[in-house]
Nanobody, 115 residues
């Protein structure tokens, strides 16, 4: 049973930073492409960034430069560093693991950007 557990969300003021973590209970974690998505109230879930085992990254254009994805294969963890946060970044942030036809989601962690 694959489990993804996100952590690190919370309330942050505009301009602040947060680092999200996603721990994975996957024996072959290094095979998986890991990604972060988010879903704001009333909106569809949107792709943020992904990272392969070898460290190749992909970002949605609007967030590149403020958000950075990374992973530690030894710790089976993927991170999302978020800087210069704005209120529009308020959303539930989800971790995703994908390999071949298999895909898994975490339960999400709430990020609220507000003064």
């Amino acid at each position: 049973q694959v489990q993804l557990v996100e952590s690190g969300g919370g309330l942050v003021q505009p301009g602040g930073s947060l680092r999200l973590s996603c721990g994975a209970s996957i024996s072959t974690f290094s095979n998986y492409v890991m990604a972060w998505y988010r879903q704001a109230p009333g909106k569809q879930r949107e792709f943020i960034a992904s990272i392969t085992s070898g460290g190749t990254t992909d970002y949605t254009g609007s967030l590149k430069g403020r958000f950075t994805i990374s992973r530690d294969n030894a710790k089976k963890t993927v991170y999302l560093q978020m800087n210069s946060l704005i209120p529009e970044d308020t959303a539930v942030y989800y971790c995703n693991a994908r390999y071949a036809i298999s895909a898994y989601w975490g339960q999400g962690t709430q990020v609220t950007v507000s003064s």
